[in-house]
């Protein structure tokens, strides 16, 4: 819209000045009109040198204008001696007529030619307007003023005119003027889907993990927060952190680009295993984050968890190695287990370490005292049902 209004508005200044040209060389031609018939037809036919006219100077002089006003090339044609009173006019009579602008005749008189647009003063002429000229007479002996010529010439013929070159004007711009809003709407719609995809970029590396293509802690927290606004409108659902068990003896053993590529497969097997309205995210490290919607208990979380351990442990090749996946679930129910995201996550956090190692345990801050995944007695409350296989020793890693 703002590329239409600007060549709009080029469009119409364009139009504009052609017009305006059209109509200056028009008042042009008529002041060069003026002086032609002052200099070729009046003053030869006016041998005197105050317009005083013998009889057959009249003759002459009549006769001369009646050529120059012949096929209409003029409308009307008064000559004036030097006070302003009509000496011949194209009608043959020397009654008193005044002039169309008195100020123009007086300048005409002092040897400056005017030229003006003017209403038609005949009506019956039909013209929408007349070109008034007032051209100085001049003796032919000595150069000096001794009347004033003043014209009244068809304004039709310069309307037409305008109107042709303003056709040709818009026939000549108007394609150019489209092609540059084309142009200039293309550049726009260009930079606009360049920047928008920047920004999409932008926004999308800022909220997801560069190494899996998951999202990051702040997106995590982003749909954390929409949760919370759905469990205060009665949904239930469960936030659970998953932990990858040994992690650290890959990158020490086998290189961290193992471990990197190791990273990517657990993105993949957790993005598989939930369902289209859950969200995972990769928190930090090891550590990744499930927010798991419209789970109504701790039964249903669990067995939805165990599925996707059942997929998440099987064995990994990462390049030339085969490497074991073991991974601890700690889940936190909503609204059960507080009333925000760091309520949630304090008590996933405790109770993913309770899983430790391999388990699946749901946060119970008044649960009983529990043998945790390790086989150790835990006198403090705060997990239930540890899932899963008890930790064996530290796993081989195969090559």
Request: include cysteine.
């Amino acid at each position: 819209m703002a590329s239409l209004v600007q060549v709009t508005l080029l469009g119409v200044m364009l139009v504009r000045g052609y017009s305006e040209d059209a109509v200056a060389e028009g008042l042009q031609r008529g002041r060069a009109q003026a002086k032609l018939i002052q200099e070729m037809v009046i003053s030869p036919a006016v041998t005197t040198d105050d317009l005083v006219l013998a009889p057959d100077e009249l003759r002459r002089v009549r006769t001369a204008i009646r050529a120059a006003i012949f096929h209409g090339s003029v409308v009307r044609l008064l000559l004036r001696d030097r006070s302003g009173r009509v000496v011949v006019s194209d009608d043959e009579t020397e009654r008193t007529v005044e002039p169309a602008d008195a100020e123009g005749l007086a300048a005409a008189a002092r040897g400056h030619t005017r030229v003006s647009v003017l209403d038609d003063p005949v009506p019956e002429a039909g013209t929408p307007g007349v070109i008034w000229v007032a051209q100085p007479v001049r003796s032919i002996a000595d150069g000096r003023v001794i009347g004033t010529l003043e014209l009244y010439l068809p304004y039709d013929a310069v309307v037409a005119q305008a109107q042709e070159r303003l056709e040709r004007a818009c026939w000549r711009l108007g394609p150019g003027l489209a092609g540059l809003y084309v142009v200039l709407v293309a550049i726009a719609w260009s930079a606009t889907r360049r920047l928008r995809r920047h920004a999409e970029r932008h926004e999308h590396a800022s909220l997801h993990d560069p190494l899996t293509g998951l999202g990051n802690r702040k997106l995590f927290r982003q749909r954390a927060g929409q949760a919370g606004k759905r469990a205060a409108a009665g949904e239930r659902g469960a936030v659970v952190l998953v932990d990858l068990d040994y992690f650290k003896q890959v990158n020490d053993t086998l290189g961290h680009h193992v471990g990197d590529g190791l990273l990517q497969v657990v993105a993949e097997r957790l993005t598989a295993g939930l369902r289209g309205s859950d969200t995972v995210a990769r928190l930090g490290g090891d550590e990744f984050g499930l927010i798991l919607p419209g789970v109504a208990d701790a039964e249903v979380a669990v067995r939805l968890l165990e599925r996707i351990r059942d997929r998440l442990t099987q064995q990994a090749q990462v390049e030339s190695h085969t490497l074991p996946v073991h991974a601890s679930f700690g889940i936190a129910l909503y609204p059960d287990h507080g009333d925000g995201v760091d309520d949630w996550l304090r008590c996933a956090d405790a109770a993913m370490y309770r899983a430790k190692r391999g388990g699946i345990v749901v946060y119970d801050s008044a649960g009983p005292a529990e043998e945790n995944a390790d086989g150790n007695a835990d006198g403090e409350g705060g997990a239930r049902r540890p899932a899963g296989p008890a930790a064996a020793d530290r796993p081989e890693v195969s090559a």
